[in-house]
C-alpha cells in the first residue's frame, strides 16, 4: 500500500523549525564575477568551489566523498541535469557529510533523479548551511530517507537552511520522508523561508514519518 501526499498549492512559508538565532553572515563572499575559468578558488584560510555545470556538481560531490573540504560553495548558473540518476550523492560516505556553506544565488537545479539510502541532492548535512537554491522536476528515492535538499540533515548552532525551494519534485521513501528533508537529528538547527510547491511525497506503509517539508 502506498500513501500519497500530492502538492497542488504551495505550502505556506515555513519558519518556525528554529532552535537557535541564526548566526551571523556578514563575513561576505567572493562572487563568481571574474572567475569563469575557475572553479576552485584558494582563498587561503577557505577555498571557494564555483558550480558553473552538471560536471561540475558532480565533481564537487565525487570531492565532498573524498573528503575534499569546501567552506564556500556557489552556484553561479542554472543546472539542468537532464535526467541523470546518481546512486551517489553530495556527503554520501558515512563518514564525510556536507559541513560547509551552499550559496544556490537564486538559481535551480532540475531534472536530477536520486536512489540510495539516503535520498536528496545531499544524503547528509552536517552543521552545514544551504541558502538560495530551487530544485525542480527532480525525484529522489531513499531506502531509508528522501527530502528534496537532503536525505538527513545534523544540526548544530551553525546549521541554517534558508530559501530553499522545492517544485514539482517527487519524494519517495520507505521510512523517512519529507519535502525538503528526510531526518533532522535532535541537535540545534534553523529551517527557514522555505516552500515545497507541486510533486508529490510518497510513502510505502512501513513509513514512520512523513511531512510537507519536514518528516519529524
Known amino acids: 500500500e502506498i500513501y500519497t501526499l500530492s502538492l497542488h498549492d504551495a505550502l505556506?512559508?515555513?519558519?518556525?523549525?528554529k532552535s537557535h538565532k541564526q548566526t551571523d553572515d556578514s563575513k561576505g563572499w567572493k562572487t563568481a564575477e571574474g572567475w569563469a575559468n575557475f572553479t576552485a578558488i584558494d582563498d587561503g584560510a577557505e577555498t571557494t568551489f564555483y558550480i558553473h555545470n552538471?560536471?561540475?556538481?558532480?565533481?564537487?560531490?565525487?570531492n565532498v566523498n573524498a573528503h575534499v573540504t569546501y567552506t564556500g560553495v556557489e552556484l553561479v548558473a542554472d543546472i539542468d541535469c537532464n535526467n541523470e540518476t546518481?546512486?551517489?550523492n553530495i556527503g554520501d560516505d558515512t563518514k564525510y557529510a556536507?559541513?560547509?556553506?551552499?550559496?544556490?544565488?537564486?538559481?535551480?537545479?532540475?531534472?536530477?533523479?536520486?536512489?540510495?539510502?539516503y535520498a536528496g541532492l545531499f544524503?547528509?548535512?552536517?552543521?552545514?548551511?544551504?541558502r538560495n537554491l530551487t530544485l525542480k522536476g527532480c525525484t529522489f528515492e531513499g531506502t531509508e530517507t528522501a527530502g528534496a535538499l537532503c536525505g538527513r540533515l545534523i544540526g548544530s548552532s551553525k546549521c541554517?537552511?534558508?530559501?530553499?525551494?522545492?517544485?514539482?519534485?517527487?519524494?519517495k521513501s520507505a521510512t523517512e520522508c519529507g519535502g525538503l528533508v528526510g531526518h533532522v537529528s535532535s541537535q540545534p538547527a534553523q529551517i527557514n523561508n522555505c516552500v515545497v510547491k507541486g510533486g508529490?511525497?510518497?510513502?510505502s506503509n512501513s513509513t514512520q514519518w512523513l511531512g510537507g517539508i519536514v518528516n519529524r
Do not use: C, M
Open 160 to 171: 541554517v537552511i534558508d530559501s530553499v525551494f522545492s517544485e514539482n519534485n517527487v519524494v
Open 123 to 130: 544524503a547528509r548535512v552536517q552543521g552545514g548551511q544551504v
Open 98 to 117: 556536507f559541513t560547509g556553506i551552499f550559496k544556490g544565488n537564486g538559481h535551480t537545479i532540475s531534472n536530477l533523479t536520486v536512489k540510495n539510502k
Open 54 to 62: 552538471s560536471n561540475d556538481l558532480k565533481k564537487f560531490r565525487d
Open 86 to 88: 546518481w546512486e551517489v
Open 12 to 17: 505556506p512559508i515555513f519558519d518556525s523549525y
Open 200 to 203: 508529490k511525497i510518497e510513502a
